[in-house]
C-alpha cells in the first residue's frame, strides 16, 4: 500500500485542526469570556475597598477558634495550597485515615469542650480538591456556639448570619446546603467592625 | 435514597431530551447535510482543498484503517514534542520545564487514544500551549476518531456490495465542525459563567484572611491561585468523552467545576453523545428500534450500578461508627461517606458522577474514587470492566456494544441451530473471530498487566494504601488504561516507568487493537448482500433481546473479573 497519498491529507489536515482547535477556539472563547463573564473568568476573585481579598470559589485555611472552620485539606506542602490541587485518596481501610479524623475531632472538641453533639462528617473528612470552599450546612452550625463565645456575640446572631449565608441545592436536588466559609468569615469580620 | 432516584430519573430525561434531536442532526451531518450549520461549508471545502481530498473519494476498510492509523500516530507525535519544548514555548507564564520523556510518552498515548489517564499534574507540568495544542487538539481528535470508526462500522451495515466505507478525512473534518466545536462553544461559555477559568494571565496572589503558621515555623501570609485557559478545554474534555483535567484534582477543582449547576452540565455533557450516537445509529441503518434497543441496554445496567454505588457511599464508613462522627444523611448535611469528596456536590452527585464516569469511558472525576467505601469503588470498577460498552466512549462505546451484540445473536444462533443475522447481515466465521477479538483485548490487557504489577517490586510500588486496597489501586489503574477510561484511584503511585511506559502500550492496544479489527467487520459487512428478516430470523430490536444482551455483558464481565474482584473490594468490604 502506498503511504505518499495520505501525507498531504495527514499533515495539513493535522496543521489545520491544531490552529482552529488548539488556538483558534482556545483563544477565541478567552477572548469571549473576558468580554462577557470578565469576573468569572478570572477567577471570581472577591475584592474590598479596590484590593483583592481571596477568590469566592478558592477555600482558605482557618486555626483560629473564633473564625469558621473548612474542610480538612491534603494539598502539600501546606494545606488550601492553590497552585497545586491535590486530594484526599486515603482508603477506608486504611488506619491512616481513623488516626487522623481523631486528630482532627481531638482538635475540634479541645476549642469547643462544651459540645455534645457528634461532628458532622464533613468538618473531619478531606476534600477532594484540598480547596473546598464549602462547609455542609451542619458542620456551619456545629461551630455557631463556638464563634458565639470566642466573639462575644449571641448565637442567634451568628446563626441568623450563618443562614443568610447558606447556598441551597440547585433546584432543591443537586447538591446540598452549604456556607462559603471565607465569605462566611469575612461577613463575621464586617459585623464587628462596623458598629 | 428518594432524592436520589428523582436525581437520576430527572438526569436521564434531561438526557434523553437533548440526545435526540442531535442524534438525529449527527446522521445528516454525516451524510453531508449539516442544517441549520452550512454557513460553515465553505469553511469545510478549503480544507480539503488545502489537504487535496476529493470529497466523491471513498475508502476501502484498509485505507481508512491505515489513514487513521497515520493520523492518530502525527497526533502522538505532535503532542509528546510540544511537552519536550513547552519549556523554550510562550504560553506558558508559570514557567513550567520540558516533561520527562517517560511521562510524556504516557500522556501522548493517552490522550491520542482518548484514554485521558492522568498522571501529569496540570497546574504544576504543563504550560497552556500544551494544554491548548496538544491536550485540546487531541480531546476533538482522539473523539472524532472514534465516531468515525463506528460511522464506517454503520455503513458496513447499511450498505450491500460494496468495498466503500466512507472517507476518514472527511468523517473527521465534518465530526470537529459541525459537531464537537459547536457544542464545545456552547458549553464552555455556560461553564465559564458557573465560575470556570479561562484566562490567559498567570496565577493570582492573594492575602489569607488568617495568616498561617506552616510546619517549619514560617508564616505564610497569602495564597496563590493557579488558574488557565480553563472552560475551552473541559467543555470538550466532557463532550468527547476525554476526562483530563486541566488542573490535578479534574473535576473536583472549584476552577473545573464550580457549582451543582456546572456539575450537571458536565454529568450530561459526559454522556451527551453516546447517548446521541444511539439514535444516530438507529437513523442511518433505517430502523430507529435497532439503535434504542441498545440505549435501553445501557441505561439499564447504568441506573441499576448508579443507584448500588450511591447507596454504597450513602452507608459511610463503618469504621467511624464508634467515633464522636455524624454521617446521617439529613436535611442540613448529605452525610455519608465525605473523604474524598466536595461539599457543594454533596455525595449523591458525587457518586452518580462517578456511575457516569466509568459507564461512559471518560474518566474525569469530581470526587476521590480511591477515597469510596470498597463497593462504592467497586461498581464503578466493574463499569469499566465490562468493556466500556455502557455509553463508552464516543463511538468506541457503541461500536464495542455492537461486538457484544455479534457475540449475543451468535449464541442465540448456535442454541437453536441457525446462521446467526444482525441487521440483515449475515454473521459469519470472520466476523465472529473479529467480535470475539474485540471483546477479549480488554479483560486480557487489564488481567495480564495486573498479573505482571502484583508479581513485581515495580508493580507493587504503585500501592499507596495498605491491604487489599492497594491491590484494587492497581487493579483500576489497568482496567481503566486497558478500557481507555481515563479515571484513576489516584493515590497510585504511577512514576515507574512500569506504569507510564507499560500504561502507555495497554492504552494504545486497548485502542487500536480493537479499532483495526472493527473496521475489518464493517469492511466484509459492507461487501455482504442485505436478506430480508424471515420468519426464522431472531428480532433484534425486542425487550427480549435487550435482557439477552444484558445478560452477555454481564456474563462475560463476570466470568473475566470475578476473582480479581474478590482479591480486591471485596476482601476490603469484608475487613471492615
Known sequence: MRLLPYLRPLLVLLALFTLLTGLLYPLALTALAQIIFPWQANGSLLTHERAVIGSALIGQPFVDPAYFWGRPSLTEPVPYHAAASKGSNIAPSNPLLTEQIQARLHILQAADPENPLPVPVDLVTASASGLDPHISLAAALYQVNRIARERGLPAATVTRLVQQHTETPLWGLYGQPRVNVLRLNLALDGLQSTP | ?576
Not at chain 2, 61 to 69: F, G, P
Not at chain 2, 306 to 319: D, F, K, L, S, V
Not at chain 2, 344 to 372: I, K, P, Q
Not at chain 2, 536 to 562: E, K, N, Q, R, Y
Request: hydrophobic share 50%; aromatic share 10%; net charge neutral.
Open chain 2, 1 to 576: 435514597m428518594m432524592t436520589a432516584i428523582i436525581q437520576i430519573v430527572f438526569y436521564l430525561l434531561i438526557l434523553l431530551l437533548l440526545a435526540r434531536p442531535l442524534g438525529l442532526m449527527m446522521a445528516r451531518v454525516y451524510e453531508g447535510d449539516p442544517g441549520w450549520l452550512r454557513f460553515l461549508r465553505p469553511l469545510e471545502h478549503l480544507f480539503y482543498r488545502l489537504a487535496g481530498i476529493a470529497e466523491n473519494q471513498a475508502m476501502s476498510w484498509r485505507q481508512y484503517t491505515l489513514a487513521l492509523l497515520l493520523f492518530n500516530g502525527g497526533g502522538l507525535l505532535l503532542v509528546y514534542l510540544l511537552q519536550q519544548i513547552q519549556g523554550w514555548l510562550p504560553l506558558n507564564p508559570q514557567a513550567v520545564p520540558s516533561v520527562e520523556p517517560a511521562l510524556a510518552f504516557n500522556t501522548a498515548a493517552s490522550f491520542v487514544s482518548n484514554t485521558d489517564w492522568q498522571f501529569y499534574a496540570g497546574e504544576t507540568t504543563l504550560s497552556y500551549l500544551t494544554q491548548m495544542m496538544g491536550l485540546t487538539v487531541q480531546n476533538f481528535l482522539s473523539a472524532a476518531t472514534g465516531m468515525a470508526v463506528l460511522v464506517a462500522l454503520i455503513r458496513g451495515f447499511s450498505r450491500q456490495h460494496t468495498t466503500e466505507l466512507g472517507n476518514f478525512w472527511i468523517d473527521i473534518t465534518r465530526t470537529v465542525l459541525y459537531i464537537l466545536l459547536p457544542l464545545a462553544i456552547i458549553l464552555a461559555l455556560f461553564l465559564v459563567s458557573q465560575g470556570v477559568v479561562q484566562t490567559v494571565a498567570a496565577a493570582e496572589t492573594v492575602p489569607l484572611l488568617e495568616p498561617m503558621t506552616a510546619s517549619d515555623g514560617t508564616v505564610i501570609m497569602s495564597q496563590t491561585i493557579a488558574r488557565g485557559p480553563a472552560a475551552s478545554q473541559i467543555a470538550i474534555k466532557q463532550l468527547g468523552t476525554n476526562g483530563g483535567g486541566f488542573f490535578n484534582v479534574n473535576a473536583a477543582h472549584p476552577f473545573e467545576n464550580p457549582t451543582p449547576l456546572s456539575n450537571l452540565l458536565q454529568m450530561l455533557a459526559i454522556l451527551l453523545i453516546p447517548t446521541a450516537l444511539c439514535f444516530t445509529f438507529g437513523q442511518m441503518i433505517g430502523d430507529k428500534r435497532q439503535g434504542t434497543t441498545l440505549l435501553m441496554v445501557m441505561l439499564i445496567i447504568f441506573v441499576s450500578f448508579a443507584a448500588m454505588t450511591i447507596y454504597a457511599e450513602q452507608q459511610g464508613n463503618p469504621r467511624l461508627d464508634d467515633m464522636a462522627v455524624n454521617q446521617q444523611v439529613n436535611d442540613i448535611q448529605s452525610g455519608g461517606n465525605m473523604e474524598g469528596k466536595e461539599v457543594r456536590f454533596g455525595l449523591v452527585s458525587s457518586a452518580l458522577w462517578a456511575a457516569a464516569t466509568t459507564a461512559a469511558s471518560n474518566g474525569s472525576v469530581n470526587s476521590m474514587h480511591d477515597a469510596y467505601t470498597p463497593l462504592g469503588g467497586l461498581f464503578p470498577l466493574l463499569l469499566m470492566q465490562l468493556g466500556e460498552v455502557i455509553f463508552g466512549g464516543v463511538g468506541s462505546g457503541l461500536y464495542g456494544l455492537i461486538a457484544f451484540a455479534l457475540v449475543a445473536v451468535f449464541v442465540a444462533g448456535l442454541m437453536v441451530g441457525r446462521t446467526p443475522e444482525y441487521l440483515g447481515k449475515k454473521i459469519e466465521t470472520f466476523e465472529m473471530k473479529m467480535a470475539t477479538v474485540v471483546i477479549l483485548i480488554p479483560p486480557l490487557v487489564v488481567l495480564l498487566w495486573t498479573a505482571i504489577a502484583v508479581s513485581s517490586t515495580a508493580g507493587l510500588s504503585g500501592a499507596t494504601n495498605p491491604g487489599p486496597h492497594g491491590f484494587s489501586q492497581i487493579l483500576y489503574a489497568f482496567s481503566s488504561m486497558g478500557n481507555n477510561n481515563g479515571s484513576a484511584f489516584a493515590g497510585l503511585d504511577g512514576r515507574h516507568p512500569f506504569f507510564t511506559i507499560g500504561g502507555a502500550l495497554a492504552m494504545l492496544i486497548a485502542r487500536y487493537g480493537l479499532i483495526v479489527p472493527v473496521l475489518a467487520v464493517a469492511g466484509s459487512l459492507a461487501g455482504k448482500q442485505k436478506i430480508p428478516a424471515t420468519a426464522g430470523t431472531l428480532p433484534t430490536d425486542t425487550p427480549l433481546f435487550g435482557g439477552w444482551l444484558i445478560i452477555i455483558i454481564l456474563v462475560v464481565g463476570a466470568l473475566s473479573f470475578l476473582p480479581a474482584l474478590v482479591l480486591g473490594p471485596i476482601v476490603e468490604y469484608l475487613l471492615l
